[in-house]
């Protein structure tokens, strides 16, 4: 089992910024990507960012390119998501998500791409 745990989120002012952390434990040896979704209410779950397990693949969605920048920390089991010049069209609960699939190098950018997920956590953009 891995337990993926999100903080980090809160309530910013449009033009701020933020940085989620993604907490992995449980089957932490085994290699995964990483990737992050958000979710508006009312809205489907939307890809944001995603890491390759190794690090070296980054893909972001059209809406947060050049604004949110996704990374990783190998060793201590922990991805983040830098999140800059925030609009309030971000406002949305924040997931992590892993998948142990890493046959193919190219992470995916679907929700059933990734096989756990963290709780959430919120982001609130003001205006």
């Known amino acids: 089992q891995v337990q993926l745990v999100e903080s980090g989120g809160g309530l910013v002012q449009a033009g701020g910024s933020l940085r989620l952390s993604c907490a992995a434990s449980?089957?932490?040896?085994?290699?995964?990507?990483m990737g992050w979704f958000r979710q508006a209410p009312g809205k489907e779950r939307e890809f944001v960012a995603t890491i390759s397990w190794n690090g070296g693949t980054r893909y972001y969605s059209d809406s947060v390119a050049g604004r949110f920048f996704v990374s990783r920390d190998i060793a201590q089991n922990t991805g983040y998501l830098q999140m800059n010049s925030l609009k309030p069209e971000d406002t949305a609960v924040y997931y992590c998500a892993a998948n142990f699939d890493v046959r193919t190098a190219v992470p995916g950018q679907e929700t059933r791409d990734y096989d756990y997920w963290g709780q959430g956590t919120q982001v609130t953009v003001s205006s």
């Open positions: 449980g089957r932490t040896f085994s290699t995964y990507h």
